[in-house]
């Protein structure tokens, strides 16, 4: 399967992650940081936070899932609007749409950092599933139907994201997931009817 923008995409990311484990000031320069945006008009963090991870396990996560997603994604949406430069189009405004949450809620707290591709990758895995909702997922080596996965998905997110303290943003993955079915739907309508079609017909695998 050939996806040149998923690779090119999963590349980069990783390369930047790895140079900023390294480099703090690199790290420093590209993080989502609210009074940097809002102060100093950095608007570039909003796109570079999510080339950036915590730590080694946090990019083979967010870049394993996007591999095994996002291919099929890239060449889905290159077949319906004929053009290359749809699919990096919409993971760099997925970037941007799941912080946006974040953002404006921390807009003045100098203390909120975040990065990560998640937000990003919960769109292209969205996506995929409004496509093929009874695709087996494995979730820690455990398959699982990819709508029932969602459901799971969504509920813990939300109910993490009200209760907090792990430090993880888990609005960006929501934010992120509703980015990924709406655009494929503005793409084209259609979908919705092939989703509806394929989940009253379950086929595992």
Request: without cysteine.
């Amino acid at each position: 399967m050939q996806a040149p923008v998923t690779l090119a995409l999963i590349a980069v990311t990783a390369l930047l992650s790895w140079l900023a484990f390294k480099d703090r000031r690199l790290a420093d320069r590209l993080i989502l940081w609210p009074p940097a945006i809002a102060r100093r008009h950095e608007y570039w963090r909003l796109v570079s936070y999510g080339f950036l991870h915590a730590d080694l396990a946090h990019l083979l996560f967010n870049m394993v899932t996007l591999f095994f997603f996002g291919r099929l994604i890239e060449q889905v949406m290159a077949q319906l609007t004929g053009s290359a430069l749809t699919y990096p189009l919409f993971y760099l405004a997925a970037l941007v749409v799941s912080i946006l949450p974040s953002y404006l809620r921390n807009q003045k707290n100098p203390n909120y950092f975040s990065l990560g591709a998640s937000g990003a990758v919960s769109a292209v895995l969205f996506a995929f599933i409004l496509i093929q909702p009874w695709s087996l997922i494995f979730v820690f080596f455990i398959p699982a139907p990819a709508i029932l996965y969602a459901v799971f998905y969504v509920g813990y997110s939300i109910w993490m994201d009200r209760r907090g303290g792990d430090r993880i943003n888990h609005s960006a993955h929501l934010a992120g997931a509703a980015f990924g079915v709406m655009f494929m739907l503005a793409m084209e309508p259609r979908l919705l009817n092939v989703f509806l079609h394929e989940l009253l017909n379950p086929r595992f695998g």
